[in-house]
């Protein structure tokens, strides 16, 4: 949870239709139902992130716990009040999960998000000290606290709050650049299960949690407007599950605003020199869709609109997507190009770049 800037939500929809312009209008109807990108930047073009100002560059970011009994600013009184409890917090969550547990959860989180775009993170490292928001406590960058929350605020309903990093003075002063509020009256939990699992415990995950918090501290992304398994979308359905990865639309924004990480043009944690999608994410993170590949040409099913291997994309390939469209399975033809079990509309978005673009890939091989 984080202040929000929803006037930059209509402008990030319809930058997205814009591309599909290209191709008939009854595809781009059935493509703009259901594609296209929802992940919002805090500033649309530049600012609102870590070091250079502009997007696309990479950043180093520091990070570290304030010291316990660190105050917050005034201008939180609102929301939360005492000192930091980040020792109580830790202590409570490893008495349950084992010693070394928590600090584990959020080096976690920290290092999701550094695997697919072009930015570091150094921590923990020693606070700076001084109450937390207020102008000059800015070291480090990112100062994570745990604080009890005045009854009815916000901040009272919320398991976190995290704030994005300096540059857009209206929705994140500087003051409050990075700085991360756990609510240590919320239950923390370690929730049992694999992705995607529905979470049975009554709590909040605490890795789960503190990537979404990071999402808004680290990298400089609001809520998107649609979208359950996308870690930064907060509405219907968005967090009964196990989220601990980042969804191809978390990294889309997480590129757009620090770049992909070097070496790896896709963000996927498979390096161009082996990546069978050098532009689409279908990495260690994906599960199921990890590299798939059905026809084993060396092109990921991702980015493989060639079904009839003829080394182009065109009018043979679409009619064989519309016959494995109407029965909705494969048969092993590799139109179930995002390999979730279906053809459906999904895959015919993932048909569609291709086929304007005539030829597979590109791939590593
Ligand atoms: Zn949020």
């Not at 202590?91 to 072009?118: H, P």
């Not at 699992?197 to 503190?210: F, K, P, S, W, Y």
């Not at 757009?256 to 689409?280: E, F, I, K, Q, R």
């Amino acid at each position: 949870m984080a202040p929000t800037g929803n006037g930059q939500i209509g402008a990030s929809v319809a930058r997205a239709a814009r591309g599909l312009l290209h191709v008939s209008s009854a595809m781009a109807m059935l493509a703009v139902a259901t594609a296209a990108a929802a992940f919002v930047t805090i500033a649309v073009d530049a600012g609102s992130k870590w070091d250079d100002r502009n997007h696309g560059t990479p950043a180093v970011v520091t990070w570290g716990f304030v010291t316990d009994g660190t105050t917050v600013d005034a201008s939180l009184a609102g929301d939360m009040t005492g000192g930091s409890q980040i020792s109580q917090m830790r202590a409570t969550y490893d008495a349950q999960y084992g010693a070394g547990a928590y600090d584990a959860a959020i080096a976690r989180a920290f290092d999701t998000w550094a695997e697919v775009a072009d930015i570091q993170f150094v921590g923990p490292v020693p606070d700076g000290g001084g109450p937390m928001g207020t102008p000059g406590s800015n070291d480090p960058d990112i100062r994570i606290g745990a604080f009890q929350p005045v009854p009815g605020s916000g901040f009272s309903f919320a398991g976190a709050f995290g704030f994005g990093p300096p540059g857009d003075d209206l929705n994140f002063p500087d003051a409050l650049a990075g700085d991360v509020f756990f609510n240590v009256v919320q239950p923390f939990l370690e929730a049992s299960g694999a992705e995607d699992d529905l979470i049975a415990e009554i709590g909040n995950d605490l890795e789960n949690l503190t990537l979404h918090e990071l999402g808004h501290a680290a990298i400089g992304l609001l809520h998107p407007p649609f979208g359950p398994g996308i870690v930064m979308y907060v509405g219907i359905d968005c967090c009964d599950r196990i989220n601990r990865e980042l969804d191809p639309d978390d990294i889309a924004g997480a590129q757009t605003v620090y770049g992909p990480p070097p070496g790896d043009s896709d963000g996927d944690g498979v390096a161009d020199t082996a990546d069978n999608c050098l532009d689409l994410p279908n990495g260690p993170w994906a599960g199921p869709h990890d590299q798939l590949d059905t026809d084993t040409d060396g092109i990921g099913n991702l980015c493989d609109c060639d079904f009839d291997g003829d080394g182009f994309c065109s009018i043979g390939d679409f009619n064989a997507f519309l016959v494995d469209f109407v029965t909705g399975s494969d048969g092993g033809s590799g139109t179930d190009m995002d390999g979730d079990g279906f053809v459906a509309i999904s895959d015919f978005n993932q048909f569609l770049p291709g086929f304007v673009a005539g030829v597979p890939g590109p791939a590593a091989l």
